[in-house]
Nanobody, 126 residues
Framework: VQLQAFGGGLVQAGGSLRLSCAASGGTLRSYNMGWFRQAPGKERESVGGIMYGGSSTTYADSVKGRFTISRDNAKNMVYLQMNNLKPEDTAVYYC????????????????????WGQGTLVTVSS
């Protein structure tokens, strides 16, 4: 499966963006999905994830209450709604599919995800 994250851009602090993750050549509906980000000079970190059925989500403490992950399995899409953006949210954002289908929980480590898509850059100005 090939993943592509898009929807990034330049936004002022306090603003909002909605990122999308599209899949081709495979399905997302059976897999837990994760969003990660990598700021310049920093390690890639988990933003959060969503269960394959969409019934449960998890978030990093740094984005909890501001970011919302959702999915539309009929469209094979996953989304990341980002509100009240802060300059420290500036990073390249990636979506990724869990390594196996129907996993019982949402991991937050990179090793549990495969099929990394091309990222999309989010820049938040102060």
């Amino acid at each position: 499966v090939q993943l592509q994250a898009f929807g990034g851009g330049l936004v002022q602090a306090g603003g909002s963006l909605r990122l999308s993750c599209a899949a081709s050549g495979g399905t997302l509906r059976s897999y837990n999905m994760g969003w990660f980000r990598q700021a310049p000079g920093k390690e890639r970190e988990s933003v959060g994830g969503i269960m394959y059925g969409g019934s449960s989500t998890t978030y990093a403490d740094s984005v909890k209450g501001r970011f919302t992950i959702s999915r539309d399995n009929a469209k094979n899409m996953v989304y990341l709604q980002m509100n009240n953006l802060k300059p420290e949210d500036t990073a390249v954002y990636y979506c990724a599919r869990h390594i196996k289908p129907y996993a019982p929980r949402i991991p937050s480590t990179r090793a549990d995800f495969a099929s990394w898509g091309q990222g999309t850059l989010v820049t938040v100005s102060s």
